[in-house]
């Protein structure tokens, strides 16, 4: 899952920036394939993250409801930060520019936390 999940960050990133520089309806659209698989890796690699750490405790319903409702938050939070953005720029490129950023920064603040967590989890 922890590399399903930095993949998922990764592509996601990837993504974003892409977006940014997007100029043909087909652009857009292999675009809009990668980030659907990068949000399916990403997801689901979380999910199993989520249930690897709470697997012992049997706290699984409740560490999917936080996960769940952490995005849940950030696309109620996220569309008012892109319209900020959007009124500084005029352009959609700098919210895509910031999105990239922060999730890969987000990818690797996992990483750096959560080095041998996951693989001690798996093996226990």
């Known amino acids: 899952p922890r590399k399903m999940f930095f993949l998922g960050g990764v592509l ?12 043909t309806f087909v652009q857009i659209i292999l675009t809009q394939v990668l980030l659907g698989i990068s949000w399916a890796m990403f997801y689901v690699g979380g999910l199993r993250i989520v249930e690897l750490h709470t697997k012992r405790e049997q706290l699984s319903a409740t560490g999917n409801g936080l996960f769940n409702g952490s ?10 930060i892109a319209l900020y953005l959007y009124s500084i720029s005029e352009t959609y490129t700098l919210s895509m520019q910031i999105a990239a950023i922060i ?17 001690e989890l798996i093996n226990a």
Do not use: E
């Open 12 to 23: 996601s990133s990837l993504s974003f920036l892409t977006f940014s520089v997007s100029t």
């Open 103 to 119: 999730t890969f920064m987000a990818t690797l603040v996992y990483l750096v936390f959560n080095k041998d967590k996951d693989l």
């Open 71 to 80: 995005i849940s938050i950030a696309q109620l939070i996220g569309p008012f």
